[in-house]
């Protein structure tokens, strides 16, 4: 596994680099001219999600199926802030992205004490308690109706036309992404990658690993949260829906489908699925749940390498004849992204 | 005290819902290493069979008893067989996520069918009240927490004292060195998987006569059950059981003295047991 990833971040040639990051940059450019507006931000808001969710998942090894709680719970924070303080967008989508990383450090802190499967029970666990105290507490978060009329301030400028509001809030995006590259790169990225391959040999060079692990829950906590904010802001309100645990599972099958580890890849599944729902909505096809389930089943089953793995295998020359695989090992790491140490 | 007594007994009773789903779970997860998310979808499937049956087919409460857990443990089955199957060498992970798929589907495409409001059940077995001393209580409860305590006993017994039972025992805790004795682990597994699915299907037709049925009622319940293997230890089937139980009282008892953490006492609880007790109460600590 940790061959396999040197190899996809140092065969990468330079202008391979460069030439991904202009494509990506003239992609976002003229994201909103191609599609209609709302929807190329919605893309945004979940790209950032699920590259967030693939800096804990895909990096760090940890499944969260809570999600939820911090883009629902920054929806619901940068909400009040902007009804409540006419302060500019950006100040009320920090506020947001804040008190996620805040939530993320008591969930983080107990879901950490267990691994693998626990750790997703126990995160979608946690959520489902956000959701409940969103709906009860329903004289701050307006409960079954939510927060309307979420306001896009910004002094000296008029963001009511969606055009504009995409460029406004896509600076917002790229720091974050780029945030999420900067960890994973960073020396702490590496120490969270072999965290996810084998806990206990990292744990023996004196790492706390714990400690890291819950530094990268509230890391991509506060990131989901930049995104949720910003997706309260785009559509005017922040509803129940969002920290629902069906918003977590949407976010899984985004970096599942783009694939798992890539951190791009989750862009590209999000754009796919944010489409695909558009798409259907538009021809009167509302069941959303049955696109995600079905997504869900069918590249877990035949495509678990998703988009943008995929897409690097076949586009990365043929190393020399591969070692023979070992009997012990019964997925090949290159072919199945490694989720967590079994 | 009276009322206390009443809302201790409204406990048990739901903590039979959430007894027989972690021991479906317990059992799954100990001979596969699978949480089946779709778990809960299967309960909602059991109860829409009950009202299916009842209303086309004109079958009352006892056929749905014994025909819908069957049918269910025969589509868990096929569901083994055909998707589980395939991603049982990769990490455990695939398979949650593989359930979670199929649970919303399943949950969609009944939504798509009946709308996300409650069908009517009408075919109840009984109805009236028994005099438990201090208190009267509908008697189909009674019946309910009746049924989910025989089988929780049945199911330990088995697993206990019956030579099925020790083999899923055995490849439970040791799959290899069971094998390296010769029995085939693999033969159990399907029919084990089936049979965690029989006991949701069982607990959904229980809820038909006394729960709303829709397509939510799965993911609401199972979410709960969730924490309540994560409280009493996935790896321990009595455990499960036995937290089911008793998470059912206390959230009884939160509705009558706390009713603001009716529905939050249960993760208030995984919270100070993750602190204390991190494999559970019942759990020991191993990977998963």
């Known amino acids: ?342 | 005290m009276t009322s206390f007594l009443q809302q201790l007994f409204n406990g048990l009773v739901s903590g039979s819902f959430y007894a027989l789903l972690a021991l479906g779970l317990a059992v799954i997860f100990g001979m596969l290493r699978v949480v089946n998310f779709a778990h809960g979808a299967l309960y909602m499937l059991g109860a829409f069979g009950a009202v299916v049956l009842g209303d086309s087919a004109g079958l009352g409460f006892w056929w749905a008893l014994l025909l819908v857990p069957a049918a269910l443990a025969v589509a868990g089955m096929a569901m083994e067989r055909l998707l589980v199957q395939r991603l049982t060498a990769l990490d455990p992970l695939y398979n949650f996520l593989l359930t979670f798929g199929i649970a919303l589907v399943c949950q969609d495409l009944l939504r798509m069918k009946y709308g996300s409001h409650s069908q009517p059940y009408d075919h109840a077995p009984f109805s009236g009240t028994v005099d438990l001393g201090l208190f009267d209580y509908p008697a189909y409860q009674v019946f309910v927490l009746a049924v989910s305590v025989a089988v929780c006993v049945a199911v330990w017994l088995l697993l206990t004292r019956t030579r099925i039972g020790t083999v899923v025992r055995a490849s439970t805790e040791r799959p290899e060195l069971t094998r390296a004795f010769g029995i085939d682990t693999r033969r159990w597994v399907t029919p084990v998987f089936g049979f965690g699915v029989a006991l949701a299907g069982l607990a959904g037709v229980l809820a038909a006569p006394m729960r709303a049925v829709n397509s939510d009622m799965g993911a609401d319940l199972i979410i709960t059950v969730f924490a309540v293997v994560v409280i009493g230890g996935l790896g321990s089937v009595f455990g499960s059981v036995i937290a089911g139980f008793a998470i059912g009282m206390l959230q009884a008892l939160g509705n009558l003295y706390v009713p603001v953490l009716s529905q939050t006492s249960v993760y208030l609880l995984m919270a100070v047991v993750l602190l204390v007790r991190p494999a559970g109460l019942f759990g020991k600590e191993e990977h998963a």
């Open chain 1, 1 to 342: 596994m940790i061959l396999g990833l040197m190899r996809r971040l140092g065969d990468r040639p330079a202008w391979m680099r460069w030439g991904l990051l202009a494509v990506g940059l003239a992609v976002a450019a003229i994201l909103p001219w191609v599609l209609y507006p709302p929807v190329a931000t919605d893309i945004l808001c979940w790209g950032l999600f699920a590259v967030a969710f693939d800096l804990l998942l895909g990096h760090a090894g940890l499944l969260s199926f809570g999600h939820a709680a911090f883009w629902g719970g920054s929806a619901y924070v940068t909400g009040l802030i902007a009804l409540h303080s006419g302060l500019p967008f950006y100040v009320a989508v920090l506020g947001g992205a804040v008190a996620a990383a805040v939530l993320a450090l008591p969930i983080g802190y107990l879901a950490v004490r267990r691994s693998g499967i626990y750790f997703a029970m126990i995160t979608l666990a946690f959520a489902q308690m956000v959701y409940f105290v969103a709906n009860q507490w329903s004289a701050v978060t307006g409960g079954e109706n939510g927060l309307q009329g979420i306001p896009r301030n910004l002094p000296g400028v008029d963001l009511s036309d969606a055009f504009t509001f995409y460029y406004a809030a896509l600076p917002v995006v790229l720091l974050g992404l780029a945030a999420a590259r900067r960890i994973v790169r960073s020396p702490f990225g590496r120490v969270t990658a072999a965290i996810r391959d084998n806990t206990d040999r990292v744990r023996a060079l004196g790492y706390p690993a714990d400690r890291y692990k819950l530094t990268v829950f509230t890391a991509s906590a506060f990131l989901s949260g930049l995104a949720g904010g910003l997706f309260a802001v785009n559509h005017g309100f922040a509803s129940l829906q969002e920290v629902d645990w069906t918003t977590s599972g949407k976010v899984v099958v985004m970096t599942v489908l783009g694939g798992i580890g890539t951190l791009w890849g989750s862009l590209v599944g999000a754009a796919a699925i944010v489409r695909l729902e558009d798409w259907l909505s538009t021809a009167g096809f509302e069941q959303t749940d049955l696109v995600t389930g079905g997504v869900f089943i069918v590249v877990v089953l035949l495509f678990r390498q998703g988009l943008w793995g995929t897409a690097t295998r076949l586009l990365r020359p043929r190393p020399p004849a591969p070692p023979t695989p070992d009997p012990a090992e019964p997925a090949d790491p290159d072919r199945t992204p490694h989720l967590t140490k079994r």
